[in-house]
């Protein structure tokens, strides 16, 4: 059977119009030293940069008179960090929407994504050193919306891998014929915690709420028995919200990373829950909202 394949020149085209779109730049590795102190300071970020506004000419007519190129925006950048990074990538995640939406004719608004990683000094003979660091494991993240003159901010931390190896448990869930899942209150609990927060208000110090938020998660994972992954996000939210008040809510995505303890007793060996299989995947994946009531 012989196919007919149109003429793109010659169909009956459907009416179609633009939906949202944007452009911009992704994966810029910006890296800044601050040398205006004996000890100095670095800021590591991965940035990206996303533009709306009224571009249909550049997409319905081929027409690129509105238009920045990509590696404008990343030039811009490296250009504005020179001055403009001064503190949080928060703030500077403002400074280069300001600029975006000035310099772009049909630039309406724009958001800002920032992966931050974090580096802690070097130790030598006992003491911090000057310039020299170790890269930690958790990343700030931080998302900036606006039009330049009003802006919502996420920030948020990615990547923290947490343990404990007592002091959790899991009973009297649900059950039906396909469990098989046996009760505990001597667990493992671990997880790989992706966090991020909005704010109810419009200026604050965003690394120091990102310093309490850590902390307060830090802290709460510790100290207390964990019923369930569920019990534990809800309180580790209320303590942040507790400390932090210039946070509205925070979602915390916890998946379950399992560790099981291994069957060596068919082996002749007994397992004093010392030995423990990490499971990677399956996981339990358990998200929600903490919200001020």
Request: glycine fraction near 6%; include cysteine; charged fraction near 25%.
């Amino acid at each position: 059977m012989t196919q007919t394949i149109p003429n793109s020149a010659t169909e009956t085209k459907v009416k179609v119009k633009m939906g949202d779109n944007h452009y911009g730049k992704a994966d810029v590795r910006l890296f800044k030293v601050f040398r205006d102190q004996p000890k100095h300071e670095i800021k590591d970020v991965w940035v990206r940069v996303a533009m709306r506004g009224d571009f249909d000419a550049a997409h319905v007519e081929g027409d690129n008179t509105d238009l920045l190129a990509t590696d404008t925006v990343r030039n811009t950048i490296y250009g504005l960090a020179v001055d403009g990074l001064t503190s949080s990538v928060e703030e500077y995640g403002k400074h280069l929407i300001r600029h975006f939406v000035e310099q772009g004719p049909k630039v309406t608004s724009a958001t800002a994504y920032f992966t931050e990683h974090l580096w802690d000094r070097m130790q030598s003979n006992g003491e911090a050193h000057d310039h020299a660091f170790v890269r930690q494991m958790p990343k700030h993240t931080a998302v900036v919306e606006g039009d330049g003159k009003t802006f919502t901010v996420t920030s948020g931390i990615d990547e923290l891998y947490i343990l404990k190896t007592t002091q959790s448990g899991w009973e009297g869930y649900l059950k039906e014929p396909f469990t098989t899942l046996p009760e505990t209150n001597d667990r493992i609990l671990a997880t790989v915690v992706t966090a991020k927060w909005e704010y109810q208000v419009d200026e604050c110090d965003y690394d120091d709420v990102w310093q309490r938020v850590y902390t307060s998660l830090m802290d709460t994972f510790t100290d207390h028995y964990s019923a369930s992954m569920q019990a534990t996000l809800y309180k580790i939210g209320e303590t942040v919200l507790t400390r932090c008040p210039e946070i509205s809510r925070i979602h915390f995505a916890f998946p379950n990373r399992h560790h099981i303890q291994y069957n060596t007793e068919r082996h002749g060996v007994t397992n004093p829950k010392s030995v423990f299989h990490a499971d990677a995947d399956p996981y339990g994946q358990i998200e929600g909202w903490v919200e001020r009531a």
